[in-house]
Structure formats: C-alpha cells, structure tokens
C-alpha cells in the first residue's frame, strides 16, 4: 500500500455534472457565459480523464461507480442502473471516508442506494433510488421530491405533482428558499408566454436541490461531500443538433432552432450558477472537484442520418401482463427509456426473460427487448437498434404469450420532442481548485481511475491496494506533496 500525505485538515467537495464535456465548455468559456467556470479553471487545473469502460457498458451508472470506487466495472460489476445493491462490490469513496472516523455529505451521487444508517453526516441517494430512504430520516422529503420529478420527466410517465401543502412546509423547513419558490413561479408565468422554452423546467431540479445542499452542507461542515446533477446530460441529448449543427448530417429545421437553440447553453449557464453557489460553501481547507465520470459527444451515427428516435415501453403494466408476472413483479422507471423488473420468484423471473427474449419486431427473431438480469431484477429497454425502419404499425409477435401479435405503436410509443443527439463519450471534463492547488495547470493523461484515489490522499487516507488509478500530483504546488510513492500510471495500470 501506497503511503499518502498525511493532512487532516483537508476537505473535498465533489461537484459531479454528469456528462458537461469540453467541447462545450471551451466555446461557452470564450463567449463569457460562464464566469464561475473562468475564474475556477484559470485559478486552478484542468482535464480530460478518460472513462476506463468499453463502448458497450459506456453509461453513466457504470462509470461514476468505477470513479467511486476506483475499480474497473469487471470489478465492481455494475451493469445497469440501480442494480441490487449486494451484487456491487465497492466500497465507493464516501463509505471508506466515513470508515475513516470522518464526516461525509452524500447528495445524489449515482448508485448511492441504499444510504447507510448512522453516518456522521449525511446522506441523500440518487435521484433514480428505489425507494425515499435518506439519513438522516427527516431528508425523507427532499427524495421524495426528487424521485417524482426525476420521473416526471419521461414522456411516458404520469407527471406527479408535488402540491401537498404538508410536503412544502417540510421542504420550506429542510431550506427551500422563497426566492426559489419564486423562481418556479416565474417558469410557469414565463411558459405561458414562451410554450417553447418548457425545457428550461430540468433545469429547476438542481437549483431547488442546491437550497437544499446548502443548509446540510453549513450545518455538518463533511469531511467529504457530493453534489449530483444529471440535467446538463439531458440536454445535451435531446438539443445538441440546435445548439452546434456542424456535426450532424441533418440540419436542424428554422423551428427546431427557433425552439431548442438556446437550451444547451441554458443548461450550462445553470450549471455556472451550481459551481457559483457550491464554491462559495468551502473554506480555506476544502479543495473543490468538479467532474464528469464521462463525457458526451454529437450522435453522428451514418445509420441514423436523419436522426433516431428514442422509442418507449408504453405500458409497463401490459408488458409484465404478457410475461405472466402480475402480481410477483414490482416495476420502477430508471433512466428513460429503462424499466427494472425486480421478480424475487425465480421461475416466474426466468418466465418473463423467456417471453422478453422471443418477442420480435416486424419477423420472428427481430428481437423486441433488450435485457439483463443480475440477481432478482430484469433491467429491460426495447431494442433501440432493431427497429430500423421504425414504424409504429408494424406488427410486434409474442410466441410465449399466447402467440399474440400487436402493432408496435400499441407496446411502445416515440415521444420525444427531437431525435437522439447526443451520446456517450469517453472523454469527461474535470477541474479542481483549492489549497495546494496549482493555478492554471494542466492534468496529464487521466483517467476515472485516478479520482479515488486522489481524493483519499487529499483527505489524508491511504488508497486500498486494489485501485489501480494514480494520485494527481501534478495538480498540486510544487510544493505540496500528495503521495511519497506514485500510483501506477495510466499505461501500467491498463496493462494489469
């Protein structure tokens, strides 16, 4: 085992902003809309770590983890989103701080279900968890808000209106600021008028959870925290092509321009206040990281030129009709368009795989469903890829279900405003400022690797000797000394 510096005064705040990519920041940096992100990369260093994942398991739930625990995913062994909990293997960073003796403040970071109980601190899981479960018990408010809105926005879910009167106090309690409430007000008044710009609504869901994280966050002053949010990667999805048409083989319509050109750089603006208000909460102690555990590039794919479309289950409930489930299945919406099934019967589990895996699209063995199974819960999505032409009407067969057909618009449905414009890129973004911190450096070849256990270093904790990232000395001061033994480098630590 490596031995690390040794300084308990040192704290780290983790701003994770899933998927903000360079290629964005750059242009918006020179345009002068981000003047946080200017006056935080110019005072402190910059790069561009590399996720360590193939093209294949390139999504967000897999690589944030193997930031967190400084394992590869054939390690760690995630493989959708809010998979059980007992067949990932960690610990993430907050558990071995907290293991430590010190004080941590979880906030949304990806997969932090189920939050441990007792912790010095606290806790509040993902906005994608299964349940409200928080610690301390009285945040329980603070996810249940979360967990309505995040789901709200899938086309295809029933909006849950956060209205009761009861919830707003306890909320208003737990730091929800007039102001902001003020602000959501302002959005509806504003959306009267400009219908066009209800996208801008993603982007109050940070900014309510920011009130939030404000007041746990002065209140236990945590060794180490996170702060989580996803809407930047929602945007970028769904507007990339009207924000930057360069790439793209289509060129977006006088209409799309006219409705999603600014909201990308909307999102980044939003994302510029987070960083703002974050910032101003550390002390003279408390390095502050900002990261993506991956980035995202334009969808510019020659077998989609026109775009693809992102098609949804339509009913979950008819889906786990057809599989014989009703009754042994409990179904939770995860990151649209994916369903997890958790079936804790093995038979009737080992049913609806069967019934998943023969349904077909346009001809027998066009398969329907993609899926994937780890220990008691099926994670399902339609075969995005398989349904080229899309055509609503053409016929979907389920030979082990009673051989019934349906056209496809009737089991799923394609809803999203756009087509898919942005997807999963290796390259993520990080920026890190602070004491010891170098002004105006740059990080060398990185990866997701090296942030487990750069951060522990920082915190004075010694690395576990199974990750194989490195310490990031080259983002300190001359000196400033963060490890007396350098970590594998990047190259090494893809040989092994």
């Not at 403040?105 to 899981?125: C, D, L, Q």
């Not at 329980?140 to 956060?162: D, F, G, Y």
């Not at 290796?426 to 010891?436: D, H, R, T, Y």
Request: hydrophobic share 40%; aromatic share 10%; glycine share 8%.
């Amino acid at each position: 085992m490596n031995s690390t510096l040794r300084n308990n005064g040192r704290k780290v705040l983790l701003i994770e902003l899933n998927e903000i990519t360079w290629r964005f920041v750059d242009p918006l940096l020179k345009k002068g809309v981000l003047p946080t992100f200017a006056r935080f990369i110019e005072t402190g260093v910059r790069g561009s770590p590399v996720a360590t994942e193939d093209a294949n398991n390139l999504d967000p739930w897999i690589s944030w983890t193997s930031l967190y625990t400084g394992r590869r995913q054939e390690q760690h062994g995630v493989r959708f989103l809010e998979q059980p909990p007992e067949t990932v293997t960690g610990p993430r960073i907050w558990e071995l701080v907290a293991d430590a003796g010190k004080s941590i403040g979880v906030f949304g970071s990806i997969m932090s279900w189920p939050p441990r109980k007792g912790v010095k601190g606290f806790w509040v899981p993902s906005t994608f968890s299964p349940n409200g479960e928080t610690c301390p018990a009285e945040l329980q408010p603070i996810q249940e808000l979360n967990l309505s809105a995040t789901r709200a926005h899938s086309p295809l879910a029933s909006e849950q209106k956060v209205t009761r009167l009861g919830l707003v106090r306890a909320l208003k309690k737990l730091g929800l600021r007039w102001s902001t409430l003020g602000r959501i007000a302002a959005f509806f008044v504003r959306t009267r008028l400009r219908p066009h710009r209800k996208w801008e609504k993603v982007c109050l869901q940070p900014l309510v959870n920011l009130d939030f994280f404000e007041r746990l966050y002065r209140t236990h002053r945590p060794d180490f925290a996170t702060f989580h949010s996803n809407h930047v990667a929602h945007y970028q999805h769904r507007y990339w092509r009207a924000a930057d048409p360069t790439p793209f083989f289509t060129e977006p319509s006088d209409e799309e321009l006219r409705k999603y050109g600014a909201a990308v750089e909307y999102s980044y603006r939003v994302a510029d206040e987070v960083l703002a208000r974050l910032w101003a909460l550390a002390d003279k102690d408390t390095v502050v990281i900002v990261a993506s555990g991956l980035g995202q590039q334009p969808y510019v794919v020659e077998e989609f030129k026109e775009g693809r479309q992102v098609v949804r289950i339509r009913d979950i409930h008819q889906i786990i009709g057809l599989c014989g489930i009703t009754g042994y299945c409990t179904p939770l919406s995860m990151m649209a368009p994916q369903w997890n099934l958790t079936i804790p019967d093995a038979a009737k589990r080992a049913q609806a795989e069967h019934v998943l895996s023969t349904a077909w699209y346009r001809e027998p063995g066009v398969r329907l469903f993609a899926f994937t199974t780890v220990g008691d819960t099926i994670n399902v999505n339609v075969f995005q890829k398989n349904l080229k032409p899309l055509d609503l009407d053409a016929l979907c067969g389920f030979p082990d279900a009673g051989e019934k057909t349906f056209r496809l618009g009737e089991i799923c449905a394609a809803q999203d405003p756009t087509p898919k414009q942005g997807y999963h890129d290796p390259v993520g973004f990080v920026a890190m400022n602070g004491p010891g911190i170098r002004a105006g450096g740059t990080l060398e070849d990185c990866t997701n690797l090296d942030f487990a256990p750069s951060i522990l270093s920082l915190l004075g904790l010694p690395a576990p000797d199974y990750m194989q990232g490195r310490v990031l000395n080259e983002a300190l001061t001359p000196t400033v000394s963060m490890a007396e033994a350098q970590r594998p480098s990047r190259l090494e630590a893809v040989a092994h």
